[in-house]
């Protein structure tokens, strides 16, 4: 549930804060999520003894935190730092960060189209947030294209628009495997037997979402580089592609091996 549709937070919620001030007793945060302010008190900051609080908090801080208690009567949210873990820690800030970037997409998308942010949200966010995820949305916009927004639903001029902002402004994560292709051919063009296998599997095996590299370490040693976006992609592929290469070279009469 976005922020616009939930007034309050729950008790139990993670919840992003920025300090406001800081007192003897305590500091008053804004719950960045809601527009509400909440009281961190001096008992929920640190379970080591404080002798100073902006030892721990400062105003302007960022902080995840957690709601302890709401009341919406009096309207007083307590929240607690201490109790937050970690890897909460670390998943909260993720998460606030990818919502703020997905929000100054949307954006992009509306200047695009021509469109209020209203309506890229109504025909299209809503439908992208339940699928995917809307950071997400865009990351698989921008690996795959507008296709996969149009087969949910969102309308083509849109969808194309949400792949362009995405291609251009989202950095796509990436891993890099590599191996060793031990290759031989004794005929007398042995060399350009290789050299063939080699030019033949990168244009075959080229894709946008999947990158490879070949050079050479020391004959008969040649290395295989392949980058995609998650380590499965890039296994599969560079297994596929090593393989290739063994099999072009063998039929024409030669050998070869590959090592990790």
Known sequence: MSAEEQKWP???????????SVTDYGAYV?????????????????????????????E???????????????????????RVTKREKIEKAM???????????????????????????EKAAVLVEKEYGLY?????AAREGAEVLTKIGVPSDI???????????????????KGILELRCMKPNGVKIIKEAFQS???????????????????????????????KEA????QSLAQDVISHVTKAGGQGIFKR
């Not at 801080?61 to 607690?80: A, I, N, P, T």
């Not at 969808?159 to 495997?177: D, G, M, S």
């Not at 080229?206 to 976006?229: C, H, L, N, Q, W």
Request: glycine share 6%.
């Open 10 to 20: 729950e008790v139990g919620d993670l919840v992003m804060a920025t300090v406001e």
């Open 30 to 58: 804004k719950l960045d999520e809601f527009d509400k302010k909440a009281l961190l008190h001096k008992t929920e900051i640190s379970s080591s003894w404080i002798r100073n609080i902006r030892d721990f908090v400062r």
């Open 60 to 82: 302007g801080q960022k902080l995840v935190l957690k709601v302890l208690r709401v009341d919406m009567e009096k309207g007083h949210v307590d929240v607690s730092l201490r």
């Open 95 to 121: 998460s606030w960060k990818m919502e703020r970037k997905a929000e100054a997409l949307l954006r992009g998308v509306a200047e695009k189209t021509g469109l209020s942010p209203a309506e890229i949200q």
């Open 136 to 140: 997400e949305g865009f990351e698989k």
């Open 159 to 177: 969808a194309a628009a949400f792949a362009e902002v995405a291609q251009e402004r989202i950095r796509l994560p990436t891993v890099k495997v």
């Open 201 to 231: 599997v990168k244009k075959t095996g080229k894709t946008r979402d999947i990158k490879s590299r070949f050079y050479v370490v020391a004959a008969p040693k040649y290395r295989i580089e392949v980058t995609a976006g998650n380590y």
């Open 235 to 238: 296994e599969e592929a560079l």
